[in-house]
C-alpha cells in the first residue's frame, strides 16, 4: 500500500512512527539532509525506550563521524545521544572510504539480517533532483541488485564528497519505508516520484516495498504540485 499525507507538520508524524517502532524494538534505517533533525529533536523529546531497537544508516558521506556533514553526526547530535536508554548503532563509517566502508556495510547487513534483509522502518528523504538515500538520477548504483550497500564514488550534488548509500533491493524489501519531504524546492522532485506513473528518472519514485508499506509525509508546499 502507498498512502501520502499532507501535514503541517509532517515531521511530528514520523517522530510518532520512529517512537513507535523503536518501543518495539524494531530495525530501523535513519536518514541524513537537514529535513529529518526537526523529526529526530522532537523523537528525542519523547525519550521512549530504544534500548531494544537497532538503528542503521540510508547513505553516509565519506567524512568521519564528528563532521559536520556526516548523516552519523546529526542523527547522534539530535537523537541518539539524547535518549536515556539508547539503541545499538550500526553506522556507515566514513572515515574508510567508500568501497572499504560499503563492503564493512554489507558484511553487517548480511551478519545481522542475513540474505534478505528486511528493515521495520526505513526513512527516507528526497532531493530537488529527486535522488534518496545516495541513489542520485543517472548513477550506475541505481541499477545495482546483488549488493545491499554501495559505493558512491561521484555524488549528484552538494556535498561533493563520494557516499555509501543503501540500494534499491534493501529499500524495496523493507516492511514499511517513510518518506518526510517539506518546503517548496522540493515539489517538482515530489511531483516526478509520487504521482502515477512515476517518472521513471527519479529515484525516489523507484522506492516501492514489494511486500510492505510506504508512507510519504508531506508539508504544503512539498505537495504544492501533486
Ligand atoms: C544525504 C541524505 C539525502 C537526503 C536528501 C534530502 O545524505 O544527503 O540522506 O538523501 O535525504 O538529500 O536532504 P535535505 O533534507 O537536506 O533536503
Given at each position: 500500500?502507498?498512502?501520502?499525507?499532507?501535514?503541517?507538520?509532517?515531521?511530528?508524524?514520523?517522530?510518532?512512527?520512529?517512537?513507535?517502532?523503536?518501543?518495539?524494538?524494531?530495525?530501523?534505517?535513519?536518514?541524513?539532509?537537514?529535513?529529518?533533525?526537526?523529526?529526530?529533536?522532537?523523537?528525542?523529546?519523547?525519550?521512549?525506550?530504544?534500548?531494544?531497537?537497532?538503528?542503521?544508516?540510508?547513505?553516509?558521506?565519506?567524512?568521519?563521524?564528528?563532521?559536520?556533514?556526516?548523516?552519523?553526526?546529526?542523527?547522534?547530535?539530535?537523537?541518539?545521544?539524547?535518549l536515556s536508554k539508547p539503541p545499538t548503532v550500526v553506522r556507515m563509517q566514513g572515515e574508510l572510504g567508500a568501497d572499504a566502508a560499503a563492503g564493512a556495510y554489507e558484511a553487517l547487513l548480511r551478519e545481522r539480517l542475513g540474505p534478505q534483509p528486511r528493515f521495520d522502518l526505513i526513512l527516507l528523504g528526497v532531493g530537488p533532483d529527486s535522488h534518496t538515500a545516495s541513489l542520485f538520477p543517472g548513477k550506475p548504483e541505481l541499477d545495482e541488485r546483488g549488493r545491499f550497500a554501495t559505493a558512491v564514488p561521484i555524488a549528484g550534488m552538494e556535498p561533493q564528497v563520494p557516499r555509501v548509500t543503501l540500494t534499491f533491493p534493501v529499500l524495496n524489501g523493507a516492511r514499511e519505508v517513510d518518506f518526510l519531504v517539506s518546503g517548496a524546492d522540493k515539489a517538482d522532485a515530489v511531483a516526478r516520484a509520487f504521482t502515477e506513473p512515476p517518472d521513471p528518472d527519479a529515484p525516489a519514485g523507484r522506492v516501492r516495498p514489494s511486500a510492505g508499506s510506504l508512507f510519504v509525509y508531506l508539508d504544503e508546499a512539498a505537495a504544492a504540485h501533486l
Amino acid at each position: 500500500m502507498r498512502e501520502i499525507t499532507v501535514l503541517e507538520d509532517p515531521g511530528a508524524a514520523v517522530a510518532d512512527r520512529l517512537t513507535e517502532v523503536a518501543q518495539q524494538g524494531g530495525q530501523i534505517v535513519l536518514t541524513g539532509g537537514s529535513t529529518p533533525r526537526h523529526a529526530y529533536g522532537l523523537a528525542a523529546q519523547r525519550d521512549a525506550d530504544w534500548s531494544k531497537a537497532t538503528v542503521w544508516f540510508s547513505d553516509e558521506r565519506m567524512v568521519p563521524p564528528d563532521h559536520p556533514e556526516s548523516n552519523f553526526a546529526m542523527a547522534a547530535a539530535t537523537l541518539l545521544s539524547q535518549l536515556s536508554k539508547p539503541p545499538t548503532v550500526v553506522r556507515m563509517q566514513g572515515e574508510l572510504g567508500a568501497d572499504a566502508a560499503a563492503g564493512a556495510y554489507e558484511a553487517l547487513l548480511r551478519e545481522r539480517l542475513g540474505p534478505q534483509p528486511r528493515f521495520d522502518l526505513i526513512l527516507l528523504g528526497v532531493g530537488p533532483d529527486s535522488h534518496t538515500a545516495s541513489l542520485f538520477p543517472g548513477k550506475p548504483e541505481l541499477d545495482e541488485r546483488g549488493r545491499f550497500a554501495t559505493a558512491v564514488p561521484i555524488a549528484g550534488m552538494e556535498p561533493q564528497v563520494p557516499r555509501v548509500t543503501l540500494t534499491f533491493p534493501v529499500l524495496n524489501g523493507a516492511r514499511e519505508v517513510d518518506f518526510l519531504v517539506s518546503g517548496a524546492d522540493k515539489a517538482d522532485a515530489v511531483a516526478r516520484a509520487f504521482t502515477e506513473p512515476p517518472d521513471p528518472d527519479a529515484p525516489a519514485g523507484r522506492v516501492r516495498p514489494s511486500a510492505g508499506s510506504l508512507f510519504v509525509y508531506l508539508d504544503e508546499a512539498a505537495a504544492a504540485h501533486l
